[in-house]
């Protein structure tokens, strides 16, 4: 059964630091290009970040570029995001989700919340 | 403000038909493919859709997905309860060079 688990989140300060984590299970996760989706309270789906299966492309939502960073460790089948100069407009549960195609994802993971605030 | 419009809500009784829109442009619905995603908040969301009108294994034939033009349309045939979520369209945007998403539609069944 593929699953995907998300950690890392929690309470962080205008302008501080996170770095959020996805686990895979189930699949070759290797094969597979992964994703960052969030949601901020009340509002919809928003894309963030994606990686290739090797890590050799990278591509970013213009609202996070420069401030956070995608990577991934094959050998520990983990997904990660950097995330730096945190602002209150980044608030939201942050999804892992598997890529198929562009914008085809298959499997989602259950989402961890990322709150910034003073 | 989503690059993909959708209607806020819908509605409908069950057993009905529901048709929630998703208006794009030449840059992203025009040329490439529309995904729909159903998601309960707090959930993970689910793929009800891929490549303008393909189902996944699993999601029932109730679900029908199409396009024309710059728009697209999921429809929801004899509706259920349990079909109560929110809907979002999906798609590549060849001006931003990224995936976009609609601003969601929420379904509720009366």
């Known amino acids: 059964e593929v699953q995907l688990v998300e950690s890392g989140g929690g309470l962080v300060k205008p302008g501080g630091s996170l770095r959020l984590s996805c686990v895979g299970s189930?699949?070759?996760?290797?094969?597979?290009?992964m994703n960052w989706v969030r949601q901020a309270p009340g509002k919809g789906l928003e894309w963030v970040s994606s990686?290739?299966?090797?890590?050799?492309?990278?591509n970013y939502a213009d609202s996070v570029k420069g401030r956070f960073t995608i990577s991934r460790d094959n050998a520990k089948n983990s997904l990660f995001l950097q995330m730096n100069s945190l602002r209150a407009e980044d608030t939201a549960v942050y999804y892992c989700?598997?890529?198929?195609?562009?914008?085809?994802?298959?499997?989602w993971g259950q989402g961890t919340l990322v709150t910034v605030s003073s | 403000q989503s690059v993909l419009t959708q209607p806020p809500s819908a509605s409908g009784t069950p057993g009905q038909r529901v048709t929630i829109s998703c208006s794009g442009s030449?840059?992203?619905?025009?040329?490439?493919?529309v995904y729909w995603y159903q998601h309960l908040p707090g959930t993970a969301p689910k793929l009800l859709i891929y490549?303008?009108?393909q189902r996944p294994s699993g999601v029932p034939d109730r679900f029908s997905g199409s396009k024309s033009g710059t728009s697209a349309s999921l429809a929801i045939s004899g509706l259920r309860s349990e079909d109560e979520a929110d809907f979002y369209c999906?798609?590549?945007?060849?001006?931003?060079?990224?995936?976009?998403f609609g601003g969601g539609t929420k379904l509720t069944v009366l």
């Open positions: 989700a598997r890529e198929v195609g562009r914008v085809w994802y298959d499997y």
């Open positions: 189930g699949f070759s996760f290797s094969s597979y290009s």
């Open positions: 990686i290739s299966t090797s890590s050799s492309y990278e």
């Open positions: 030449s840059s992203n619905i025009g040329t490439n493919y």
């Open positions: 490549r303008d009108n």
């Open positions: 999906a798609a590549w945007d060849d001006s931003l060079s990224g995936p976009v």
